[in-house]
């Protein structure tokens, strides 16, 4: 069974730092695209960053870039988020998704087909 | 980037109509459209990947059609499961983005 689990939410102050971090199982983590995805509350969901396989390529939403760090540890299985310098419009619950390849005359791309339960980010003072 | 705008932003319809719901890409996303279903409080779920492809599990009632810029997810005869709020993304390029979903209530 696939299984993605959240960990590292909470309440943080504006301006400070937060890792969080996602335990996978269930599916050969080393082999897939990985992403982070929030949902602001009441709000829809927006995708924030994602990781190739042995890490070597990573994006990140604009309003996220240089505050945010996508990283992955395949010896453990780990997907991880290193946020600094969050503001009040980061608050949200933030999701770990798979990005499962498919492709289409000779082009792949991805959908999350997998996803955990959510970790609560709080920002306040 | 490329919006993704969705309509309508909700609809009301009955066990056992006819639901479609569109999506418009601002800019040719070929067939790289992808539809999730989110009920509260959960993880959204992929139905449709690829347009028109049925991930693996899914209730054949819904399906998927469209591409370059405009899409359709149609839900043939509403279950009393598929109340929720549905998103479509596109993955053709970054940064991904989602519509701003559809919420489907009982009507």
């Known amino acids: 069974e696939v299984q993605l689990v959240e960990s590292g939410g909470g309440l943080v102050q504006p301006g400070g730092s937060l890792r969080l971090s996602c335990a996978a199982s269930g599916f050969t983590f080393s082999s897939s695209w990985m992403s982070w995805v929030r949902q602001a509350p009441g709000k829809g969901l927006e995708w924030v960053a994602y990781?190739?396989?042995?890490?070597?390529?990573?994006s990140y939403v604009d309003s996220v870039k240089g505050r945010f760090t996508i990283s992955r540890d395949n010896t453990k299985n780990s997907l991880y988020l290193q946020m600094n310098s969050v503001r009040a419009e980061d608050t949200a619950v933030y999701y770990c998704a798979r990005a499962g390849a498919y492709c289409s005359g000779g082009t792949c791309r991805t959908r999350f087909d997998y996803w955990g339960q959510g970790t609560l980010l709080t920002v306040s003072s | 980037d490329i919006q993704m705008t969705q309509s309508p932003s909700s609809l009301s319809a009955s066990v056992g109509d006819k639901v479609t719901i569109t999506c418009r890409a601002s800019h040719s996303v070929s067939t790289f459209l992808n539809w999730y279903q989110q009920k509260p409080g959960k993880a959204p779920k992929v139905l449709i990947y690829g347009a028109s492809s049925l991930e693996s599990e899914v209730p054949s009632r819904f399906s998927g059609s469209g591409s370059g810029t405009d899409f359709t997810l149609t839900i043939s005869s509403l279950q009393p499961d598929d109340y929720a709020t549905y998103y479509c993304q596109q993955s053709y390029n970054s940064p991904l983005t989602f519509g701003r979903g559809t919420k489907v209530e009982i009507k």
């Open positions: 990781i190739n396989q042995d890490g070597s390529v990573t």
